[in-house]
């Protein structure tokens, strides 16, 4: 508790700062839901009263709620999208179409009031629209109380009943969900099968099924003593053939929980005070690495606290369930019949975005690449460290991917809505990879501890927010000192690649060296050009971009800064003050973290240079 109420206070200080200076505003959401699951035929119903607060400058006189089950029908636009995208996700294909009436998912809105009075509202897909009685003004509150019910599909993404590892309930995206508003407006896109982008607050959830299901959730269990099942050691008879489960979450954009009557519940306290629940099935092949699991997320939240900033919850949970891994609040849920490194790594992934989605919230359908590709860089750096690989370059996978794309013809500008790419396969690699690219070439461009010391301010400065692109590439600007908004819009406005070669090595006057260096790609960057001399010596040459408007500090021995480099000049004379004789090798970005899209011409060898010259 102690912890959380630190979290709160930071809260306070910081919106009030971000006010300040950039006006910066969030709607607030306090939930309260009661809900009954029949375990038997997978229907639910349930009341939410649900305080909705505007922040906003704006007077509100709709509203949107989400509605996602009702994407699980046949003909619903995920259902179609799947069926005439040229590669569709093998988990969804034409599953949807297939669905009988009893394995179709739904939630219906029986009734909705507004301060006691009734609402008329549309259902419209995966969205409700509302019309309100009265404008909700800036800075009011308005109370909505509604009645609905549900149909848990038969799992197919994400959600549902029956996983194919035998997880009776994966409860994602589960309840009617007010849509978010923000400076952008109303943010009610349909539910095609991408990703999201929720409202701040705080939930009170209590849920009733049968006694023999263990529940994992978001959130404290308020009742411990009447329910055990792992939570409290006391031995708990139901009183009847069920247990109310009452769960409080504060401070998140998301409720999601996970059931099943054969979960074995593990929980340990990490070294920060975190308590980490484990739920997995009672499997002989599988117990072992889920036990041997919880030591290693140990260390990957250690990880993740040292270098994004402190875990704020008291609590993660590790469920297995879903059809993949999938980040909610506080929780996570994941297929668990994997190899031990597989089930490390997706848990990796998805305790990373406990801070890249749930605490640095970004709209995921617009920004995707800021949470799946943060989360996939900071979560290869804490793979390598955690499963002891120490690898220098720990993101390679993501750079062979993301050339790869760029070299495709296919690709896409990351600024493209998530679900308006032509290909998954193209959304995927833009994503995660070229995502994932964009910080370990920032690190390249401004420096590995300007790099390490923007993401710890941007936990800081955007913690329990949702940042923009903008609001990141701001931050980097302020902790190096350099320009970088070229940066952000090359790399995620557009589809421009970078490409830098050698074309010509000469003799200069003096016993000096020429090196015509050339920007073929139409994205700048500065060069690091490693020159290998025949006596052993090494010197590292910095060329600053132009536009930067400054010089990255020394991060290599022998560390010399020559001339700017303007980007319309297609090409670049570099001296070096040694004879060609003396010269091994010349390479532009031996660290290759720089994401040039053919390396082919990016070394010089003087080897290489004499066989050419005995070939003429
Ligand atoms: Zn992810």
Redesign the pocket.
């Known amino acids: 508790m102690k912890k959380l109420l630190v979290c709160l206070a930071l809260v306070a200080t910081s919106l009030v700062s971000a006010q300040n200076n950039s006006g910066y505003w969030q709607q607030h959401v306090d939930y309260k839901m009661e809900v009954d699951m029949n375990v038997e035929n997978f229907q639910y119903t349930g009341s939410q009263e649900l305080v909705y607060t505007n922040n906003s400058p704006d007077t509100l006189d709709r509203v949107f709620y989400h509605l996602y089950f009702n994407a699980f029908q046949p003909g619903s636009e995920m259902d179609v999208r799947s069926r005439t995208i040229n590669d569709p996700d093998r988990r969804v294909g034409d599953r949807i179409s297939k669905l009988s009436e009893e394995e179709q998912g739904y939630l219906r809105v029986s009734s909705l009031d507004q301060n006691g009075n009734n609402l008329s509202f549309e259902e419209v897909g995966t969205v409700l629209e509302v019309t309100l009685d009265e404008p909700i003004l800036p800075g009011e509150k308005a109370t909505f109380n509604m009645k609905f019910e549900g149909q848990v599909p038969k799992q197919i993404r994400r959600s549902g009943r029956n996983s194919a590892e035998g997880v009776a309930l994966s409860m994602t995206q589960w309840f009617p969900k007010m849509a978010e508003y923000d400076f952008e407006g109303w943010h009610a896109a349909p539910y095609i099968g991408r990703e999201f982008h929720g409202v701040w607050g705080d939930f009170d959830v209590k849920l009733t099924l049968d006694k023999d299901y263990t529940v994992a959730a978001s959130g404290y269990l308020q009742n411990p003593d009447e329910i055990g099942h792992g939570y409290s050691d006391k031995e708990v008879k139901a009183k009847g053939d069920t247990h109310t489960w009452h769960f409080v979450a504060p401070k998140v954009h998301d409720f999601t929980w996970a059931a099943d009557p054969e979960y074995i519940h593990d929980k340990r306290t990490a070294a920060d005070g975190t308590v980490l629940h484990f739920f997995y099935k009672d499997n002989d092949e599988i117990k072992e690495n889920w036990k041997n699991l919880q030591d290693k997320t140990e260390g990957l939240l250690a990880f993740f606290n040292e270098n994004i900033g402190p875990y704020p919850w008291d609590q993660y949970t590790v469920a297995q369930g879903g059809d993949g891994?999938m980040?909610y609040a506080m929780i996570t849920l994941i297929t668990g019949e994997r190899s031990f490194g597989s089930l490390v790594g997706v848990t990796s992934?998805?305790l990373a975005?406990a801070w890249f989605q749930h605490l640095m919230a970004t709209n995921e359908s617009k920004h995707e690449w800021m949470?799946?590709g943060f989360?996939?860089y900071i979560s290869s750096a804490a793979m390598n460290q955690v499963m002891e690989t120490y690898a220098e370059n720990p993101f390679t996978g993501s750079y062979r991917s993301y050339i790869q794309l760029a070299n495709s013809g296919v690709e896409q500008p990351q600024t493209t809505q998530a679900d308006r790419y032509n290909l998954n396969a193209a959304y995927g690699a833009s994503a995660?990879s070229k995502g994932a690219v964009f910080l370990a070439q920032l690190g390249y461009v401004i420096g590995k501890d300007n790099l390490d010391n923007t993401i710890k301010r941007y936990y800081d400065e955007w913690k329990f927010k949702h940042p923009t692109p903008n609001d990141f590439i701001r931050i980097a600007e302020k902790v190096s000192g350099a320009e970088l908004d070229w940066y952000l819009n090359d790399w995620t406005r557009t589809t421009n690649t970078i490409d830098y070669g050698i074309k010509e090595v000469t003799e200069g006057g003096d016993n000096s060296t020429t090196v015509t260096l050339e920007r073929k790609g139409l994205m700048p960057m500065p060069l690091d050009v490693t020159v290998r001399y025949n006596n052993g010596e090494e010197e590292m040459i910095y060329i600053p971009l132009q536009l930067m408007r400054w010089e990255k500090p020394a991060d290599h021995e022998n560390w010399t800064v020559a001339d700017d480099w303007a980007w319309a000049y297609p090409t670049y004379k570099l001296n070096i003050e040694k004879p060609l004789s003396e010269i091994e090798s010349i390479e532009i970005d031996e660290s290759q973290l720089m994401a040039d899209v053919n390396r082919d011409d990016n070394l010089y060898t003087a080897e290489e240079a004499s066989t050419a010259e005995e070939e003429e």
């Open positions: 891994g980040e992934h998805e975005h949470d799946e989360t996939s995660y």
